[in-house]
Structure formats: structure tokens, C-alpha cells
């Protein structure tokens, strides 16, 4: 096990942040199928984190980074150990590295190169607290590539990899982010033979105020609806060229976006939004919603956002 060095690695990576957690071993396994699946290299990263105080204190300084580089080669050689059993030993390229600094800072320097980022939540490491939620949404908000939030599940609920045949879900409103997540998600349903289910909900912050309140049947109400139901379709239309044995289920909305995705991801295998995306049809703001979807989703959950 090294010191990580900082050097880029080759575009399609899959990387899993680690720290001990019941959290971070849900994300090892998924993001270990997640890179089988796709025949993509598996990158285990670790944050060895020193706080300030220490520093004060050269030695002390020192004695707690070793302490903790020493925790992390444990942790991380677990994780491997955790990632070829999740794909019963099949071919995987797996590298386990560590960084010293923050868990946010470490895990978004490096995503430049990476296909997706996967976290586990809903866990908390003894010693790095990886996956407290001010750290997932730092980590989502500022990532440079696709981020997988793999969420703790009650019981009941039954594991991602039990969920092979259901449909792929994909928050669409229209934005660049919200555009980079259909793309995402229509490759994802493609490679897995999935149903894609593009969800377009708007709700009534941003619409005229005579719609608050109005019922379904109000002949303005209608006619909202058909536009965004027909700027849907030209969407998905666009791209279905390119997935041509892909079927799309279209769902067009006006209810609370959060809502309607947390509904659909209870038989869901994945949900797909854009972040930091503000809708072309009528204002949505998906980066909201895919904050608000972080503690809800009853799968897991891929943020989107557009390279560049």
C-alpha cells in the first residue's frame, strides 16, 4: 500500500471513498459491481485526517499521521478484501491509496478523471466521520464527475443487486445538468437492459399565480401540462437514436420533485438527477432536489453534473 501520489489516472475510473463504516462497505460492493459490470478499474480511496490542534505540536503531529496511515492501510486492504468477494472473485482491477487532509477535499481532487465517485451514507467512521451528510453534499455539490450516494436501507427494502430488473429513474427539467443526467441515465438502462423512466415534474414555484390552487382540470392546467409533456418527449426522443433498445416510460407531473423521485425509487434499482441544474421548462431547480433525495431514496442515487 502507497502514499497517493497525485497523479491523474486514466479516464473511467471507478472510485469509493472508505473509512471503516458500515456505510463505506455498502458502497464497496456496489461500486465493485458497479466496475465489473462495466470493465471499469476500481479505485479505494481513504482520508487520513489530522486535526488542526495537532499541529501546534510537530511530534504529536507526526505520531497521529502515522497512527492513522497505519489504520488506513487496514481499512483499505479490508475493503479490497470486500470488493473481489462482492464480485466472487471475478477479474477486477482493484488500487487502494490514501491522502492526508479532509475526506471532501481528498475525495473531490480526485474525481477530474474519474467515471463515477461512489459514497456510502447513513454511516459514521470512528476516526475520519467520512460519511456525515455535510460532507456528502460538499462531496456532491463540488465533485468533478458523477456522484453514486448509496443509502443505508431499513428493513424490508431490498439490496441494489436484488433490484436487476427494475426500471432506471431520471429527473429531467430541461437544464444542462438536468440533460447530462438523461444521458447518464439512458446509458445506465441501456447497459443493463433496463426499463428508463424519465420523470419530469413541475411544480407550481415559478408557474403563473392563477395555477395555485387550480384543479386538474383547469383548461390553463391542461395545456401546461401538454407543453411539458411535449418538450419531454423531444428530449427523449433526441436520444433515442442512440439507445434504440431502450423503452421509456415518460411521467409528467406538477407535485414536490423530491416527493415524486422518493416515490419512484421504492422500485427503482437507480435514480438519476442533474445538480445544480435550473430547469428550461418551468424553473425547477434539480440541485435542490437532489440534496433533498441525499437521507430519502429507498436506492441509490447518481448527482449528474455537466463536465467542463
Known amino acids: 500500500m502507497e502514499r497517493d501520489s497525485g497523479r491523474p489516472e486514466g479516464v473511467g475510473l471507478v472510485c469509493v471513498g472508505v473509512d471503516g463504516s458500515e456505510g463505506s462497505a455498502r458502497a464497496v460492493r456496489w461500486a465493485a459491481r458497479y466496475a465489473l459490470a462495466g470493465a471499469l478499474p476500481l479505485r479505494l480511496l481513504y482520508a487520513v485526517t489530522v486535526p488542526s490542534v495537532f499541529y501546534t505540536e510537530p511530534m504529536a503531529a507526526r505520531f497521529v ?37 479532509s475526506p471532501s477535499e481528498v475525495l473531490i481532487g480526485r474525481t477530474a478523471d474519474a467515471r463515477l465517485l461512489v459514497m456510502g451514507t447513513r454511516g459514521h467512521g470512528e476516526l475520519t466521520g467520512l460519511f456525515v451528510g455535510s460532507v456528502t453534499r460538499a462531496v456532491v455539490g463540488h465533485a468533478h464527475c458523477a456522484v453514486a450516494v448509496i443509502p443505508g436501507l431499513p428493513d424490508g427494502v431490498p439490496d441494489p443487486a436484488d433490484k436487476a430488473g427494475a426500471p432506471v429513474v431520471v429527473g429531467v427539467d430541461g437544464s444542462e445538468a438536468g440533460l447530462a443526467a438523461l444521458d447518464f441515465a439512458y446509458a445506465e438502462a441501456d447497459s443493463r437492459g ?7 415534474v413541475w411544480s407550481d414555484a415559478g408557474v403563473h399565480p392563477r395555477l395555485l390552487g387550480s384543479r386538474a382540470d383547469d383548461p390553463y392546467w391542461r395545456r401546461v401540462q401538454r407543453t411539458e409533456e ?7 426522443e433526441e436520444r433515442a437514436a442512440q439507445h434504440p433498445g431502450t423503452w421509456v416510460r415518460q411521467v409528467v407531473e406538477r407535485e414536490n420533485p423530491a416527493k415524486i423521485l422518493t416515490e419512484w425509487s421504492a422500485d427503482a434499482q437507480l435514480v438519476v438527477t442533474g445538480s445544480r441544474g435550473r430547469g428550461g421548462f418551468t424553473g425547477l431547480v434539480l440541485g435542490s432536489t437532489s ?15 455537466p463536465r467542463g
Open 230 to 236: 411535449e418538450q419531454l418527449r423531444g428530449l427523449v
Open 291 to 305: 440534496h433533498a433525495l441525499l437521507h430519502r431514496t429507498k436506492c441509490p442515487l447518481v448527482v449528474v453534473r
Open 65 to 101: 499521521e502515522d497512527e492513522r496511515t497505519r489504520i488506513a492501510e487496514k481499512v483499505l486492504g479490508d475493503a479490497a478484501d470486500a470488493a473481489r468477494a462482492a464480485v466472487d472473485g471475478a477479474d477486477l482491477t482493484i488500487d487502494a491509496s490514501y491522502e492526508v487532509g
Open 194 to 200: 433496463a426499463e428508463l423512466v424519465a420523470v419530469h
